[in-house]
């Protein structure tokens, strides 16, 4: 999901489905974008919109080579332009993206035929003028790592380096700063511990432990003062689904086991940044799903059944600070 003023767009999972707007002065819903693909789902992944335009994934799971492209929309005009495509079992489950409103930071894997190996790459598009920049690229069978979630603001990239098993199944982050002469490292965060980066500038927020391991505690870090701030799971009984980030609020929300699936608990906490307070919210109908903000609204996804969910939103002056 996510806020354009007063508009709320949301996407389903299931295939055939696309992305929804809603707007809520008029009450009017209707069908915003739809697959290219006669199988395709536009809603597996994050779909993000920064000023006029909007970039989102298309994929194709049902496709016997497995296909998806990364794309920008114009709110207006709603032309589309592809800005990745990539037809390649190996990069399955699909690629990991963000958008600042003019570039793309992108993250994903394929298959060399001729090295005989998996090659990671991690490149960052400029969607104005096409102009693809290469971070890195390297093969990354047996090691050292394959590039994960990324995060992208100005001439600042955050990508997640993901270790082998051979390596404990660890994860780092790596912080890029664009120059005159590309992009160069400036900091790193390689304990092994560090994962999940989501950023709202100047904060960049991850999970305190590795990528796979349920998380007690966030790491929020100012790109600008270099300050570091751990934030604890207000409910440290539970461990918590991944980090993110809804305008100025840290989300947290709880993994709940169950004999069947996880699933992600009916109640839930926003912290905002930088110094709280944290806002407890509860559902009795279901589990919440996922989340969007704005300066005026918050809305967020409940599951009231095996595929149904109800949707639900507030002001965002009207959240309940204590």
């Given at each position: 999901m996510a806020w354009v003023g007063d508009t709320l767009y949301w996407a389903g999972a299931r295939p055939g489905d696309g992305i929804y707007k809603y707007?809520?002065?008029t009450g009017k819903k209707e069908l915003f974008l739809r697959t290219d693909f006669a199988t395709g789902t536009l809603g597996s992944y994050q779909f993000i919109p920064r000023g006029d335009k909007m970039v989102f994934l298309d994929v194709d799971y049902h496709a016997k080579v497995f296909q998806w492209k990364i794309e920008s929309v114009d709110f207006r005009s709603r032309d589309e332009e592809t800005i990745?495509?990539?037809?390649?079992?190996?990069?399955w489950p699909g690629p990991y993206y963000d958008f600042d409103g003019r570039r793309v930071a992108i993250a994903y894997d394929t298959l060399d035929r001729q090295k005989h190996c998996t090659v990671s790459h991690l490149m960052v598009v400029d969607i104005g003028t096409g102009a693809r920049e290469?971070?890195?690229?390297?093969?990354?069978d047996y090691g050292p790592f394959l590039w994960g979630p990324v995060a992208l603001h100005g001439d600042v990239l955050v990508a997640e380096q993901d270790l082998p098993d051979k390596k404990g199944k660890g994860s780092n982050l790596v912080i890029f700063r664009r120059g005159k002469e590309g992009w160069k490292v400036s900091e790193r965060f390689d304990d092994e511990r560090d994962s999940m980066p989501v950023m709202n500038w100047p904060w960049l927020v991850w999970k305190k432990t590795k990528r796979y391991d349920p998380g007690y505690q966030d790491m929020a870090y100012n790109l600008e003062t270099h300050?570091?701030?751990?934030?604890?799971?207000?409910?440290?009984?539970?461990?918590?689904a991944d980090p993110k980030l809804c305008g100025d609020w840290i989300v947290w929300s709880f993994v709940v086991p169950s004999s069947s699936q996880q699933g992600i608990g009916g109640e839930a906490y926003f912290y905002?940044?930088?110094?709280?307070?944290?806002?407890?919210i509860k559902r009795e109908a279901g589990p919440f799903e996922t989340f969007a903000c704005s300066d005026r609204w918050v809305a967020w996804a409940i599951m009231v059944g095996r595929e149904l969910y109800r949707i639900e939103w507030i002001r965002a002056k009207d959240l309940p600070t204590k």
């Open positions: 707007d809520i002065a990745l495509e990539v037809r390649d079992n190996v990069s290469l971070v890195d690229e390297h093969c990354a300050e570091k701030k751990f934030i604890l799971a207000p409910n440290v009984s539970m461990p918590t905002r940044l930088p110094n709280g307070p944290f806002i407890e």
